[in-house]
């Protein structure tokens, strides 16, 4: 999809004034953008500037102090997702998002094999039928460069950069509308990092995933996103496509942030 | 009650029959009552200390104090067996704080209490099985948090149920889980049948009896009312299916009962007979004979003469 289409079609996720309070303490404050189908969104920022606090509002885990998340659910079109019932938010988290987890401890079921974490969406969805889970998953680990044989092993049995493609595949094998992704290549050594990313990047672009990434890593950010949110104290302080924000930043803590990045 | 066994402390005598007090058995009915009202619900409840420890079958004998009365035929079962140790000592426990009479006779029992297994001979009308579940919970395993499956039951989810299910398949070629095998109640809740292996499953299903589950650890209680659907998971293309056996029962030659495997010596002979022995001792009076009838085994007071 071009960047014309994707600003002509209707909006998939709209975010109006969102604030999050801890008590008197600020989560974040004010935010408010909007997001097409295909579109990838990067939340950038330093520790504490509330870019997981803000992912944790639009993936419906934390309730806002205050403003709105709509989303264009396949149930139930644009809809509030705090104004949805608890049931249906639920069913609309399970079918239309996919949320990958900096830890994949946090993401896959650690007790129970790689494959049935990857079909365990699909089980998830009502499906019934063992042979054809067991083909999508086949498929779906062909896909993020997994050895196929190794489908029942146990999560502790493969590195952390397998770790991390496993939970991609369980994340996208169900077709989601939108994808969550809080700091998806931490904890991984930059080769493959590097790799990840740049699977990452591929299926996203096949598929026309809409991609949230929240990151404090500007490499990631360069890589993976089309347009930025950079936040500080909770308020966006600046936003644009991405080359525009990390090649010609206008706010002073974006120009600290961009000069801080490490050069080899 | 005959008039001349009334006592001059009758009311006192009566305050604590079947061991709980009064209040605590109200308490345990209402929540009995709560879960027939949500067949496969765990309703939880007060669950109090036992004179026996936590998996010996507390809950069990809670939901049994709360429901026995003097007019009640009490039997009880282990793994099938009604000589169990664990089976005589709560047996002997009801009868002499219940006052009520023991049977091992299936049919003649109006309370049974059971470990592990539902009686080969179907329950009829009036009959109660009460059930020792140590854990209630069939997502427990797959889940950790309690908040996170009461919201499961709560809203119907239970694709990961489902999990544990295709983890089996890909581990063993089938659904290789035996006991404590997950059904669903009036297509409603999920529910753990308690670990009675999946042979047992199928007669849950629009049984007569009421069928009440205790967990007296994990203070829940649940229950399936009489004439209830109780459906097996399964896959569209991995079918439920109960154990089956090359052999009969060696003692009674039962063709279509639950058996044990028995090791005889250390030579690799074994036999197999009737888990549940009431069942195979009836069989056996009615002149079913099996390849080893006349065994020792078949013959226990012969045995304690030794």
Known sequence: MSAVERLASEPLLRVADLSRWYGSIVGCRDVSFEMHPGEVLGIVGESGSGKTTLLKCLSGHLEPTSGKVEFDTRRHGMSDIYGLSEPDRRRMQREDWGFVHQNPRDGLRMRVSGGANVAEPLMNLGRRHYGEMRSATIAWLERVELDTSRIDDKPRNFSGGMQQRIQVARNLIHGPKLVFMDEPTGGLDVSVQARLLDLMRELVRDLGLAVIIVTHDMAVARLMADRLLVMRRGEVVETGLTDQVLDDPQHAYTQLLVSSVLQI | ?306
């Open chain 2, 1 to 306: 009650m005959s008039a001349a066994a009334t006592r001059p402390n009758e009311a006192e005598r009566y305050y604590n029959y079947a061991y709980l007090d009064e209040q605590t058995k109200r308490m345990i009915r209402r929540a009995i009552l709560k879960a027939l009202a949500i067949p496969g619900y765990q309703a939880p409840f007060g669950s109090r200390e036992m004179p026996v420890p936590y998996g010996w079958g507390t809950g069990g004998i809670q939901l049994t104090a709360a429901i026995i009365g003097p007019d009640d035929v009490y039997k009880c079962i282990d793994q099938g067996a009604d000589d169990t140790t664990n089976a005589v000592s709560i047996r002997k426990f009801f009868a002499r704080v219940a006052d009520v009479a023991t049977t091992e006779d299936t049919a003649e029992a109006t309370i049974i209490q059971t470990r592990h297994r539902i009686p080969e001979q179907p329950l009829k009308a009036g009959q109660v099985l009460v059930f020792q579940v140590p854990q209630p919970e069939p997502l427990r395993g797959l889940e950790a948090r309690e908040t996170e499956t009461r919201a499961m039951h709560a809203y119907e989810e239970y694709g990961l149920q489902y999990v544990s299910l295709y983890e089996n398949i890909s581990a063993f070629g089938r659904i290789a889980a035996t006991a404590g095998y997950p059904v669903m109640v009036e297509e409603r809740y999920l529910m753990s049948p308690s670990p009675i292996p999946k042979f047992d499953n199928p007669k849950m299903d629009d049984n007569e009896a009421i069928l009440l589950f205790g967990a007296g650890r994990e203070k829940r209680i649940y229950a399936i009312p009489p004439h209830t659907r109780v459906r097996s998971l399964d896959f569209e293309d991995y079918p439920f299916e109960v154990q089956t056996w090359e052999e009969n029962c060696a003692l009674c030659g039962a063709e279509d009962s639950y058996l044990d495997e028995v090791v005889l010596d250390d030579a690799g002979n074994r036999m197999f007979v009737c888990s549940d022995s009431h069942h195979c001792g009836q069989r056996r009076a009615e002149g079913h004979v099996g390849p080893m009838a006349g065994h020792q085994l078949a013959n226990p007071v012969a045995e304690d003469g030794q």
